[in-house]
């Protein structure tokens, strides 16, 4: 799975004029319109500064991104994604990753994205990587709020009802919980 979601990148980062990492620069600035460091960007993508701050070089000379004074800190920047920045986002390449799991059945799809959630919070939870954008840690996310079998989650963003196969890992409109409410809501979700 691993080379497909290898495979995966360098066919939409080829369709996209741009390399793996720049790619995934990109998409992790994608929904975030403030923009990020380049210190987050580099903590996000498991990537030393220097890597990242020559990939932000080579798309802002692209003029995929744009960097910005840092609003809090003058000394710092603030990478954002120009309009053809998200327009290179558009280009999709063919994605075997999405076959592979099409291949599933509809509860083994479900038993997977549950596995996936559980091991990133895992990850997150050892500071091994940063807190990712899932249900799980937003503020908004209410699990088994609902008696509906198929839809027990609440999105109090949308106000909106989901089920189990709807978590997102990753959700533009990500607001991270504090950490005692992280912990609740996680707490509840395992229960549910």
Same mark, same amino acid.
């Given at each position: 799975?691993?080379?497909?979601?290898?495979?995966?990148?360098?066919?939409?980062?080829?369709?996209?004029?741009?390399? #793996?990492?720049?790619?995934?620069?990109?998409?992790?600035?994608?929904?975030?319109?403030?923009?990020?460091?380049?210190?987050? !960007?580099?903590?996000?993508?498991?990537?030393?500064?220097?890597?990242?701050?020559?990939?932000?070089?080579? =798309?802002?000379?692209?003029?995929?991104?744009?960097?910005?004074?840092?609003?809090?800190?003058?000394?710092?920047?603030? !990478?954002?994604?120009?309009?053809?920045?998200?327009?290179?986002?558009?280009?999709?390449?063919?994605?075997?990753?999405?076959?592979?799991?099409?291949? =599933?059945?509809?509860?083994?799809?479900?038993?997977?994205?549950?596995?996936?959630?559980?091991?990133?919070?895992?990850?997150?939870?050892?500071?091994?990587?940063?807190?990712?954008?899932?249900?799980?840690?937003?503020?908004?996310?209410?699990?088994?709020?609902?008696?509906?079998?198929?839809? #027990?989650?609440?999105?109090?963003?949308?106000?909106?009802?989901?089920?189990?196969?709807?978590?997102?890992?990753?959700?533009?409109?990500?607001?991270?919980?504090?950490?005692?409410?992280?912990?609740?809501?996680?707490?509840?979700?395992?229960?549910?």
């Amino acid at each position: 799975m691993a080379m497909i979601a290898r495979l995966d990148e360098w066919n939409r980062a080829k369709a996209s004029g741009v390399n #793996p990492t720049q790619l995934a620069i990109l998409t992790l600035l994608e929904g975030r319109g403030s923009g990020m460091g380049v210190k987050d !960007v580099a903590a996000h993508l498991g990537v030393s500064q220097p890597t990242a701050t020559d990939s932000i070089l080579a =798309l802002e000379k692209k003029g995929l991104v744009v960097k910005r004074a840092d609003a809090a800190d003058k000394r710092a920047v603030s !990478v954002a994604l120009t309009e053809d920045g998200l327009a290179a986002l558009a280009h999709e390449g063919g994605d075997l990753g999405e076959q592979a799991v099409g291949s =599933l059945e509809d509860r083994e799809q479900e038993e997977l994205l549950l596995a996936l959630v559980k091991m990133i919070r895992h990850l997150q939870e050892q500071n091994a990587i940063p807190v990712q954008r899932m249900c799980v840690t937003c503020r908004y996310f209410g699990p088994f709020a609902h008696p509906d079998e198929d839809r #027990p989650h609440h999105c109090h963003l949308v106000n909106a009802a989901f089920g189990q196969r709807d978590l997102r890992v990753d959700c533009r409109e990500h607001e991270q919980a504090d950490p005692a409410i992280r912990a609740a809501t996680w707490a509840a979700f395992q229960t549910g």
